[in-house]
């Protein structure tokens, strides 16, 4: 079994002029929580739509659960749920009948699959009542529900909070952990720096067209920070972290010595130091957040 649950290499793809894809490559390890992060416009909800074989690339593969998506679509497809845009129901049915209609066209959910993905979004108690009537958290909800009947493996939630208001955006974050935690694997598109770094433990950062940044979260923003270093002699410990691996990266304020990039490697500056003779007064992470990081590989401000 293949431990990649999503694999797109150098997909493309192109809309008249405008190239809204170029040379992508995505991976998603199975269990993760991956976020595709990225302003409108960036590239990331047309690498989804491709992945979901919504849209077919110009140039480059995809793959899931190991196997090539455009040779074995139906089959593939059948293992995915997903949320994409607005979910649109019946208006004047309940939650429950919306997805007894949907029920028909999922084979093997049943009557218990139904009860069960109800449960799961915490609409249970609200499963009679009209769909017109329901808030836009709960309208939410019930599109994953509704992409959850299936018992996917992998579910793809394209903007998931867009348009909400503060109270149904954290009823459908804190739904995305309760799911990954079933062992599913998730994929989030989306443009909120703080819900993509509040969910996911791996990102990809899309710019223009392309990914910038790929990896763990919490690796990509310790990438981003900083260590204060303070000792009695600062010119001596430069000296010694000037001839190692850190020598590029190193700033001096008011005392202290500053390196670049090394926010998780204080155990590696303190042995250095200290075979030298050179004991840390002060050794602190500075930690950068997400936005700190994409503003940094970006060039931008990222707004949401």
């Known amino acids: 079994m293949s431990d990649l649950v999503v694999e797109a290499r150098g997909l493309k793809k192109q809309y008249g002029a405008t190239v809204a894809v170029q040379g992508v490559d995505v991976c998603v390890e199975r269990g993760r929580v991956f976020g595709a992060l990225g302003p409108n416009g960036s590239g990331k909800s047309t690498t989804v739509r491709m992945i979901l074989g919504l849209a077919r690339p110009d140039e480059g593969t995809v793959s899931l659960f190991g196997q090539p998506l455009r040779e074995r679509s ?9 949320v994409v845009e607005t979910p649109a129901f019946v208006p004047y049915l309940s939650g429950r009948d919306n997805l007894r209609l949907l029920e028909k066209y999922t084979p093997g959910a049943g009557a218990e699959g139904i009860e069960r993905a109800l449960h799961r979004v915490h609409l249970e108690d609200a499963a009679h009542r009209r769909f017109k009537n329901y808030s836009l958290g709960m309208k939410q909800r019930l599109g994953i529900a509704a992409a959850i009947l299936n018992s996917p493996e992998l579910i793809v939630l394209d903007e998931p909070t867009n348009g909400l208001d503060p109270q149904g955006t954290r009823e459908v974050r804190d739904l995305i952990p309760e799911l990954a935690a079933e062992g599913r ?5 989306s443009h909120l720096l703080h819900e993509v770094e509040q969910v996911c433990d791996a990102v990809a950062i899309f710019q223009r067209g392309r990914v910038i940044a ?3 979260t919490k690796e990509l923003i310790g990438r981003g920070s900083r260590l204060e270093v303070k000792v009695a002699e600062p010119d001596a410990a430069q000296a010694i972290l000037d001839a190692s691996r850190f020598g590029h990266a190193l700033t001096r304020s008011n ?6 990039g090394a926010g998780n490697d204080g155990e590696e500056v303190n042995r250095l130091l200290a075979a030298e003779g050179q004991y840390a007064a002060i050794l602190r992470p500075i930690q950068h957040s997400l936005e700190d990081v994409f503003f940094e590989l970006t060039g931008e401000p990222q707004h949401g």
Do not use: F
């Open 74 to 82: 139906a089959e593939l497809l059948r293992r995915v749920g997903a």
């Open 185 to 189: 694997t998730i994929v989030l598109c």
């Open 255 to 260: 005392g202290s010595i500053y390196i670049d």
């Open 214 to 216: 790929q990896g763990a």
